[in-house]
């Protein structure tokens, strides 16, 4: 009996051992997104892209001789998730650094809890400004919407010469409030006017009373700062309804279901970016290439783009930092200077944002009848009041 139990013993203190020295030779890093739900396409293209940039590090031996590995939760698409997902990479999985989540209303409720342990937490896509206002702590690689907001109203206004734009947004959601508002001023700002303005919330099967509505104004065109299944089918029953403008948006809209929901009614409709796979950059040539061998010639979306992005700019700044402290790692994360992305070259702002160029899209038919967003214009920052 008591052999058995020294037997346990030395089993298990093997088995310690040998986890305790496989930690010290790797690294890990968290990364939290909507796997699954209705923003599922989100975290899927971002994971992909987090992972291929991962995998190019471990091939050419990782970071001062010790590999990266990566735990990754699935938030579902709700805040909750968000918020107990990154406690769980803090402070059970002990990860150095947090990457995630896509939507500004996650990354708020994720990155609380990343302030709050003082663990850095780099979003790769969301846009609203206060998600970075959190603390030091938390950083992002792409544009904000104060900026997004006024691509859509440039583009709106000068290229298209729209006067009426009607807005139709998500009140769930911190992205669409706040670009509605950064939309709205910049419009108006250029002399544009919006007759009506709407809300709906994330999921509504019916929006016809709202449509109504924008109808009897006659819009130009009707501002949809969602995301892109509410828009699909925003799209669906403006049509049935008799509304032919064309809709515009941001970047809520990039996902491949788009096209499957919205179908011929996304015909026509433009939204801003972060990246168009039509861009003729070296730079993202290479990276589309590197993708579609890794995911069954799949297009990278600027989810996985920008996923790719953050990894590889976490990645340099652990090669810099002094130590993988919250607050060493941060400041390396938060002095990064002309990091060249696939999305754009990235300097951290003093607000830990990054001012970069913007792509708008049209959703376009080919001859083969496929749906898909096609390059239109890219407009820089610094123009911008
Ligand atoms: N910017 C969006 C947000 O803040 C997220 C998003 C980015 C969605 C890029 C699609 C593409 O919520």
């Not at 950083?139 to 000068?158: L, M, N």
């Not at 003729?280 to 920008?306: H, N, S, W």
């Amino acid at each position: 009996m008591l052999k058995r139990i020294l037997g346990v013993v030395a089993v298990a203190g093997l088995i310690m051992g040998a986890s305790c020295s496989k930690k010290s030779d790797k690294v890990l890093i968290g990364h939290y997104g909507s796997l699954t739900g209705p923003e599922a396409t989100f975290g899927q293209s971002t994971s992909n892209g987090i992972k291929l940039a991962l995998k190019e590090l471990n091939a050419a031996g990782g970071i001062n001789g010790k590999l990266v590995e990566l735990k990754e939760y699935d938030t579902k698409g709700e805040s909750k998730e968000a918020g107990t997902s990154v406690t769980r990479l803090i402070t059970s999985d002990e990860v150095i650094a947090v990457l995630g989540e896509v939507a500004s209303s996650l990354s708020l409720a994720g990155g609380r809890v990343a302030q709050q342990y003082g663990v850095p937490m780099i979003t790769p896509s969301s846009t609203n400004p206060s998600v970075t206002a959190l603390g030091p702590m938390i950083s992002r690689v792409c544009f904000i919407d104060p900026f997004q907001g006024y691509v859509g109203a440039k583009f709106a206004y000068e290229t298209k010469k729209a006067r009426n734009i009607c807005v139709l947004y998500d009140q769930t959601a911190a992205y669409s409030k706040g670009l509605k508002d950064d939309f709205k001023s910049a419009f108006i700002g250029m002399g544009g006017t919006v007759p009506v303005d709407v809300a709906y919330s994330k999921g509504d099967p019916d929006f016809s009373a709202q449509l109504t509505a924008i109808r009897a104004a006659n819009p130009d065109m009707i501002y949809v700062p969602g995301y892109y299944n509410d828009v699909g089918n925003i799209a669906v029953q403006a049509r049935r309804l008799g509304i032919t403008c064309p809709l515009l948006g941001g970047d809520g809209w990039d996902s491949s279901e788009l096209a499957k929901i919205g179908k011929d009614a996304i015909v026509g409709s433009f939204y801003s970016n972060h990246y168009s796979p039509d861009q003729p950059e070296a730079a993202v040539r290479v990276f589309i290439k590197k993708y579609q061998d890794e995911y069954r010639g799949e297009t990278p979306d600027g989810l996985a783009a920008l996923g790719y992005d953050a990894a590889n700019l976490l990645f340099d700044a652990m090669r810099r930092a002094k130590s993988y402290s919250g607050n060493e790692l941060s400041a390396a994360i938060n002095s990064t200077k002309d990091f060249a992305g696939v999305t754009g070259m990235i300097t951290m702002d003093a607000d830990r944002n990054a001012q970069k160029s913007a792509v708008m899209v049209e959703m376009k038919k080919d001859e083969k009848g496929d749906i898909r967003p096609v390059y239109a214009a890219t407009i820089a920052p610094g123009e911008q009041k």
